[in-house]
């Protein structure tokens, strides 16, 4: 287990080939500043790169009273003591980001939104992922939310736009009209509206979501990884092109996960009599 020290504000741990990223700045909710943005951005890339790192699971820490919160957004206090929204567009060395035309793998405000990796990302979330918090979650490929949880685009009353993907990812996940209901008004979302409308993917007792996370995260480990990579990379990279663009894109993929001999070898298991009926180990 590899832990940062407890000032970081994220802090990064393995239990085997699960990789645990913790937003770490309770006493704010764990609002979002630029340094903890630069860290997240760090720590997926890290994750993105590591050998042994196979699924990843972004939490937020818990603060002194053990109350669990995923993200409160951007942390406005600090927007508001630096008098300038540019620090939210500034990278690791403190220079302004420049206006772009390709996004790809750069730093976005709340840090690694805009980063395509290669691997999954659960988000494991109690308390409040609103605002800039909520496109973190958006981001991430699968969402385990606490019963008492709380979705909001709360950044709405101060101002703040959707600048990490919300705009984009929310209305692919439940559909134009539902996004927008939500955006243009802010109103908080809870657990069981957010399953009802595929926000959430587990709704799962409070306290519970890192620990069913991690969970959900061992029986994507356990599966042949090529075959699943290709197979998510080939959803995410299908919304920019055409019909038979992204049918080659798929038959591509596949390809190159039957190269990997995983196909063969899963049909060698199954013909030995492994998991017939549905039956998963």
Known sequence: MTVKEEQSPVLVEDIGAIRIITINRAHRRNAVDQNCADALYAAFLAFDSSPNAKVAVLTGATDKDGHGSFCAGFDLKYLAET?????AFR???GEAEPDQTIFDNTRGPMGPTRLLLSKPVIAAIEGHAVAGGMELAL?????????????GIFCRRFGV???????LRLPRLIGQSRAMDLILT???VAADEALDIGLANRVVPTGSARSEAVRLAQSLVNFPQACMA????????QWGLSHNDALAN????????????????????????????GQFK
């Not at 959707?162 to 705009?167: W, Y």
């Not at 290709?230 to 990279?237: A, G, I, T």
């Open 83 to 87: 008098g300038t929204t540019d620090v």
């Open 161 to 167: 736009p959707l600048v990490d993907g919300g705009t």
């Open 250 to 277: 798929e038959t591509r993929l596949g390809k190159s996960t039957a190269e990997t001999g995983e196909s063969v070898s899963g049909a060698t298991a199954f013909s030995k009599g492994q998991g017939k009926h």
């Open 230 to 237: 290709n197979d998510r990379m080939s959803v995410l990279q």
């Open 139 to 151: 981001w991430c490929d699968l969402r385990v939310v606490a019963a008492d949880a709380t979705f």
């Open 91 to 93: 990278n690791a060395e």
């Open 186 to 188: 802010g109103r908080p």
